[in-house]
Nanobody, 122 residues
Framework: EVQLVESGGDSVQAGGSLRLSCAAS??????MAWFRQATGKEREGVAA????????YYAGSVQGRFTVSRDNANNTLYLQMNNLKPEDTAMYYC?????????????????WGQGTQVTVSS
């Protein structure tokens, strides 16, 4: 069974940086992504990376501030978050899928981690 374990969440002040990690039991997926869910809001796609070609996709709200990457040797997915804002506060989830379509759509993913909390104070 595929497992995803996130880490790296923390409380930071606005303007700060964090790097989230997602340790995967395997990286033989068509795509992997980071999602987030703030209290009272729907889960939203933040960033995704497609294995074939290595294309990356970002939500408009994080474009230019967040960077998704993967380390194949260590079966790890990363999310580098810079210039964090209070509106980035959420539980962040790692997700993986064996199909490549809809990289930022939650319904396109069948494997999820347990989440890691990011809190940004102003």
């Amino acid at each position: 069974e595929v497992q995803l374990v996130e880490s790296g969440g923390d409380s930071v002040q606005a303007g700060g940086s964090l790097r989230l990690s997602c340790a995967a039991s395997s990286l033989t997926y068509a795509k992997m992504a980071w999602f987030r869910q703030a209290t009272g809001k729907e889960r939203e796609g933040v960033a995704a990376i497609v294995t074939a070609g290595g294309n990356t996709y970002y939500a408009g709200s994080v474009q230019g501030r967040f960077t998704v990457s993967r380390d194949n040797a260590n079966n790890t997915l990363y999310l580098q978050m810079n210039n964090l804002k209070p509106e980035d506060t959420a539980m962040y989830y790692c997700a993986a899928s064996f199909v490549a379509f809809s990289p930022l759509r939650a319904s396109a993913y069948g494997t999820w981690g347990q989440g890691t909390q990011v809190t940004v104070s102003s």
